[in-house]
């Protein structure tokens, strides 16, 4: 009987502990995509509660750019329980080696020849803005966002 209740108190400890690991644990919804003019693009999003929520947040992002951007390769669609590297460092607004996006709810990281990524920054960001993000801007290499 004494082993029988220490089970059923060890197992339900664990229960309890999954669930509240389970509910603090959040999701960093991640694409990449190699866009075919020669660069590609990371994007960061705000994390979310659930994997479903962050399938949900990746779908929004990319089916659009799937249909648009057929030449486009996406690499990674992830939901992230952690980020590590640049993924990381964008999210935290860090300094990094490439051109970024900073917007409200997403961030982004254009890696690839210079020539190529500053214009693409550029007017990735004057498109959202355009398309009605309250704040996007073009963060240059080595600035903390």
């Known amino acids: ?28 919804p991640v694409v990449r995509l190699a866009a075919p003019e020669g660069f590609t693009i990371t994007a960061v999003q ?3 509660a659930t994997r479903e929520l962050c399938a949900a947040a990746n779908r929004r992002f990319s089916d659009p750019l799937k249909k648009s951007c057929t030449a486009c390769k996406f690499e990674i669609e992830r939901c992230a329980g952690s980020l590590t590297g640049d993924e990381k460092a964008l999210a935290g607004g860090d300094p990094l ?29 004057s498109d959202m803005v355009q398309k009605g993000v309250k704040s996007a801007a073009c963060v240059y290499p080595g600035v903390k966002r």
Do not use: H, W
Not at 1 to 28: D, P, S
Not at 97 to 124: F, H, W
């Open 97 to 125: 080696n490439d051109y970024s996006v900073s917007a409200i709810g997403i961030r982004m990281i254009i890696a690839g020849p210079a020539s190529l990524t500053k214009p693409a920054c550029e007017q990735l960001a």
């Open 1 to 28: 009987m004494k082993q029988l209740l220490i089970a059923v108190v060890l197992i339900a400890a664990g229960v309890a502990g999954a669930y509240f690991y389970l509910r603090t644990t959040t999701y960093y």
């Open 46 to 48: 705000t994390p979310v």
